[in-house]
């Protein structure tokens, strides 16, 4: 029975019933097998370097010298994070050409010190800018799910989601900007964590917008998602969170908002009867009013961060080499050339407002609780036209991006019955709640297990 998350390997692994070289190359043959998605949700793949820091993770755990108990745990990246030696293009064509990085991302340096081993680099929507996770350069990775219909992965972290379904490694590193971890996580069925932003250094990372970018894994429990955060995040020898007790726990349900609004009747029936399982095991499902969400869109009219910050970093290039972008993302970027100084800073002015006053709201909740996406996963073939890739591309960030604009942290996890489409459960903590929101995930994961 192959072992399905990082705290059954690195149990094995201690136990000495499996290698990590045993792990890699498992892991390797799936990416490397032609029916599946590997060439799509890879980029680059390091197999002779992934072996042979398995084989060294071996010998030291031998010696009694492993550097963690995870050491030997594989592990992939998105095409995002500097690692030393290799290109970081962000999913892109006209960074193919650039200088290897010389310095690896210290939230990824991080993992390797604790000895997990990189598998190679995921796919993912050019320059971090969509939801869907389409990219015409290196192919676009079909979510698990009726893949014979090849429906779409995520964005912008694609390659990384479909990675960990597919056991493609244990875990995924991605970014999160609106909804990038998230978004990925609710379309192929596995768990993906928003930190809140500055708790992982974003250093070595290349950015999309550095007021709403955060950094995150992805992976097959609450659990281990936990582990890599905490590594990532700087922790020395990490533990799975302690489960909350789920009896009392308030969970608010804001009414009359976006966050529950347009909902597929797949995704729609699956939420009430979570919400019924939950409430039905304790927890006390709150419903109450947000009214500053409605600002969101509103402060965002101008352009908002990520079109901005995107088009300063983007700018130079842009006017070198603007024929080798995806037209569509060019487009996005290309709306932060006509934001203002003054809109930017009324920008800022909005966000700290409404950050102060949605705190109050939701002050008497533990987490904040909604679909992590409205959708199940369409098919690759419905964003073929303009207006269709537009709208829904909308709608999959439309949920996700408000922890990013609030500065909170947030996970998806699945809440669908096996066999069913896949659909996220979105639960939203507070500004630097990052260990209670894991422990009540853990809680409500279990739950929805049983």
């Not at 676009?140 to 056991?167: E, F, H, I, N, Y």
């Not at 996963?377 to 439309?398: F, G, K, S, T, W």
């Amino acid at each position: 029975m192959p072992l399905n998350t990082i705290a059954a390997a690195a149990k094995a692994l201690a136990q000495g019933n499996t290698t990590a070289e045993a792990l890699v190359d498992q892991a390797l043959t799936r990416i490397a097998d032609p029916a599946g998605e590997g060439k799509r949700a890879f980029i680059a793949v390091h197999a002779e370097g992934a072996r042979a820091s398995a084989r060294a993770m071996d010998a030291l755990r031998k010696a009694g010298r492993a550097p963690s108990r995870l050491a030997g745990i594989p592990i992939s990246v998105k095409d995002l994070f500097d690692e030393a030696g290799h290109t970081t293009t962000a999913g892109s064509a006209v960074l193919r050409g650039a200088p290897a990085a010389k310095v690896t991302a210290p939230c990824l340096q991080r993992l390797i010190r604790a000895g997990l081993v990189v598998l190679g680099r995921t796919n993912m929507t050019e320059f971090a800018f969509s939801g869907l996770g389409v990219n015409p350069h290196y192919g676009t990775p079909a979510s698990p799910w009726d893949r014979a219909k090849r429906r779409l992965p995520g964005g912008s972290s694609a390659g990384a989601g479909v990675a960990v379904a597919d056991q493609m490694g244990f875990a995924a590193l991605g970014s999160d900007t609106g909804g990038s971890c998230r978004i990925p996580a609710a379309l192929n069925g596995v768990v993906g964590w928003k930190p809140t932003a500055k708790r992982v250094p974003l250093d070595g990372v290349l950015p999309l917008s550095g007021s709403l970018d955060s950094i995150g894994p992805l992976a097959r429990s609450v659990g281990d998602c936990a582990l890599i955060d905490a590594l990532m995040a700087g922790g020395e020898d990490p533990t799975p969170p302690a489960a909350r007790p789920l009896a009392g726990l308030r969970l608010g349900l804001p009414r009359g908002t976006y966050l529950t609004d347009s909902m597929d009747g797949t995704v729609g029936a699956v939420f009430s009867r979570t919400l019924t399982r939950l409430a039905t095991a304790g927890v006390r499902i709150i419903e109450f009013d947000l009214p500053e969400l409605a600002e969101i869109p509103a402060a965002n009219a101008t352009g908002g961060f990520a079109a901005s910050e995107a088009w300063a970093w983007h700018r130079a290039l842009i006017a070198e080499k603007a024929d080798g972008y995806d037209p569509r993302i060019l487009a996005r970027i290309r709306r932060g050339e006509t934001m203002s100084a003054a809109d930017y800073i009324a920008l800022r002015a909005a966000r700290a407002r409404i950050i102060a006053a949605v705190a109050a709201r939701t002050a008497p909740f533990d987490a904040v609780i909604s679909p992590t996406v409205p959708l199940i996963p369409p098919r690759i073939a419905e964003v073929e036209q303009e207006a269709d890739y537009n709208r829904i591309n909308m709608l999959l960030l439309r949920n996700t991006s408000v922890a990013n604009f609030l500065d909170r942290c947030a996970i998806s996890l699945p809440c669908n019955a096996p066999g069913e489409a896949p659909v996220g459960l979105m639960l939203m903590g507070e500004h630097g709640g990052d260990a209670a929101l894991f422990s009540i995930a853990a809680a409500v994961e279990s739950a929805l297990a049983g």
